[in-house]
């Protein structure tokens, strides 16, 4: 082909240049004659046809199958890497590699949850909170572990000191026992289980499950269990009563989760059924912030209801509407009343509403109850009450201080009478 190209352009140089008087005329024609020979498609010179090399006939069917002979191999590699949690492991593990926050350990439901997530940002948000939830632990881990040194320390510290001074002095005889652990916890069951007889119920509505996040039903789990032990350790406890709580739910299946072997232990009555279906409705009051009736006293004949779910103002009044939708009678506790608030919504956690009731039904006092409510939330008590107690008390002191002297008066009088007479 260049030797054609390089002929041509010889012989178009002859036959073109004597025509042309201008250079600027010769590089047109010049250009215009190399894009036209450029343009056209390359051709061969064969002289004599025996030297042709023959053309060979591909065979399609052949070709076919040895191109799908390999196919089942790549299937069964796309199957085996199309698995979605090899799929996240491996993902997982490159984020570790590449020095991202990641936890060390990710257990089978952690996996799956995480490849049920449906996008890349959910998924990075979803390792983000184990790796935080995993520090969390290592943090009170090692927390506890320096307790438990410093604990060890103290004690061989006292054994030390006690050896010490019993060489000294004489031992004392003494008709107080020591109370151990073990003694505190049979009193505590022996309480519960004259409550779970005796005792005036107290209801857990769970009921809302479907309300909540994954997060917020751990959460509610967790002021469950600190409202439970409140309880236990109470002088006077409550019945508690875990209403609406099906078997294998998301609620059960955290309770069981927490509460592992101790679950079947517990002093507390567990139920499918509602409380409706249990107590009369003359004899329940449901307690919701946003009630319009305000308790005033705590009655020991009616039994009261606690939604437990984490309430963050996403949907509220739904325990109120329950509350109508069932057609019992709700109240809410007096905090404008007692206390001057400022921040924040007015739902107290499970474990607070626990501790205000426990004192209520105990003393009746509301200043002493309402010590549990977080002080984050408001800035004290109201001065009304004491300065009405000191002006009872003021007043009463002025009754005392008049009749004081009205009884001098009368003693001077009867001297002053006995002195006439005697005159």
């Given at each position: 082909?260049?030797?054609?190209?390089?002929?041509?352009?010889?012989?178009?140089?002859?036959?073109?240049?004597?025509?042309?008087?201008?250079?600027?005329?010769?590089?047109?024609?010049?250009?215009?004659?190399?894009?036209?020979?450029?343009?056209?498609?390359?051709?061969?010179?064969?002289?004599?046809?025996?030297?042709?090399?023959?053309?060979?006939?591909?065979?399609?069917?052949?070709?076919?199958?040895?191109?799908?002979?390999?196919?089942?191999?790549?299937?069964s590699n796309l199957t085996i890497l199309e698995d979605p949690l090899t799929v996240t492991r491996e993902w997982i593990e490159m984020c570790r590699?590449?020095?991202?926050?990641?936890?060390?350990?990710?257990?089978?439901?952690?996996?799956?949850?995480?490849?049920?997530?449906?996008?890349?940002?959910?998924k990075?948000?979803?390792?983000?909170?184990?790796?935080?939830?995993?520090?969390?632990?290592?943090?009170?881990?090692?927390?506890?572990?320096?307790?438990?040194?410093?604990?060890?320390?103290?004690?061989?510290?006292?054994?030390?000191?006690?050896?010490?001074?019993?060489?000294k002095t004489e031992l004392k005889n003494t008709f107080l026992l020591p109370l151990r652990d073990r003694a505190f916890k049979t009193e505590w069951d022996w309480r519960n289980a004259q409550a779970m007889i005796f005792?005036?119920?107290?209801?857990?509505?769970?009921?809302?499950?479907n309300f909540m996040p994954e997060r917020d039903l751990k959460n509610t789990v967790c002021q469950l269990l600190e409202s439970e032990g409140a309880n236990r350790k109470d002088i006077d406890p409550f019945h508690i009563?875990?209403?609406n709580l099906r078997v294998d739910s998301a609620y059960h299946k955290e309770l069981l989760h927490r509460y592992k072997e101790k679950w079947n232990?517990?002093?507390?009555?567990?139920?499918?059924?509602?409380?409706?279906?249990?107590?009369?409705?003359?004899?329940?009051?449901?307690?919701?912030?946003?009630?319009?009736?305000?308790?005033?006293?705590?009655?020991?004949?009616?039994?009261?209801?606690?939604?437990?779910?984490?309430?963050?103002?996403?949907?509220?009044?739904?325990?109120?509407?329950n509350a109508k939708r069932l057609n019992v009678a709700s109240e809410r506790l007096p905090l404008d009343r007692y206390l001057q608030w400022e921040i924040g919504s007015k739902n107290l956690t499970l474990d607070q509403m626990m501790r205000i009731l426990l004192t209520l039904k105990n003393t009746g006092d509301w200043e002493k109850a309402l010590k549990f409510v977080p002080t984050r939330k408001h800035s004290g008590f109201h001065t009304v009450s004491h300065n009405y107690k000191n002006i009872v008390k003021g007043s009463q002191k002025h009754k005392l201080e008049i009749k004081k002297s009205f009884q001098k008066l009368s003693l001077n009088a009867q001297n002053r009478g006995i002195w006439w007479k005697d005159e």
């Amino acid at each position: 082909m260049s030797a054609c190209f390089m002929f041509l352009r010889h012989f178009a140089r002859r036959s073109v240049i004597p025509f042309v008087h201008h250079k600027k005329g010769a590089s047109l024609y010049f250009t215009i004659l190399h894009r036209h020979l450029s343009s056209r498609t390359p051709f061969l010179f064969y002289p004599n046809k025996e030297n042709v090399p023959p053309v060979e006939k591909i065979d399609l069917d052949e070709w076919k199958n040895t191109m799908k002979s390999n196919l089942p191999e790549e299937k069964s590699n796309l199957t085996i890497l199309e698995d979605p949690l090899t799929v996240t492991r491996e993902w997982i593990e490159m984020c570790r590699m590449l020095n991202r926050e990641v936890p060390e350990h990710i257990s089978d439901e952690d996996l799956k949850m995480i490849a049920e997530c449906p996008s890349k940002k959910s998924k990075k948000k979803k390792l983000k909170f184990l790796y935080i939830k995993e520090i969390h632990k290592k943090a009170k881990k090692e927390k506890q572990a320096r307790k438990r040194a410093e604990m060890d320390e103290i004690e061989k510290q006292k054994q030390l000191g006690s050896d010490e001074e019993s060489e000294k002095t004489e031992l004392k005889n003494t008709f107080l026992l020591p109370l151990r652990d073990r003694a505190f916890k049979t009193e505590w069951d022996w309480r519960n289980a004259q409550a779970m007889i005796f005792g005036q119920p107290l209801v857990f509505d769970m009921a809302y499950e479907n309300f909540m996040p994954e997060r917020d039903l751990k959460n509610t789990v967790c002021q469950l269990l600190e409202s439970e032990g409140a309880n236990r350790k109470d002088i006077d406890p409550f019945h508690i009563f875990f209403c609406n709580l099906r078997v294998d739910s998301a609620y059960h299946k955290e309770l069981l989760h927490r509460y592992k072997e101790k679950w079947n232990n517990l002093l507390l009555t567990t139920t499918e059924k509602s409380h409706i279906d249990i107590f009369p409705k003359e004899s329940l009051i449901y307690l919701t912030a946003d009630s319009p009736n305000v308790m005033t006293t705590f009655r020991h004949d009616k039994i009261y209801i606690i939604g437990s779910f984490v309430d963050k103002c996403s949907q509220p009044r739904v325990s109120y509407a329950n509350a109508k939708r069932l057609n019992v009678a709700s109240e809410r506790l007096p905090l404008d009343r007692y206390l001057q608030w400022e921040i924040g919504s007015k739902n107290l956690t499970l474990d607070q509403m626990m501790r205000i009731l426990l004192t209520l039904k105990n003393t009746g006092d509301w200043e002493k109850a309402l010590k549990f409510v977080p002080t984050r939330k408001h800035s004290g008590f109201h001065t009304v009450s004491h300065n009405y107690k000191n002006i009872v008390k003021g007043s009463q002191k002025h009754k005392l201080e008049i009749k004081k002297s009205f009884q001098k008066l009368s003693l001077n009088a009867q001297n002053r009478g006995i002195w006439w007479k005697d005159e």
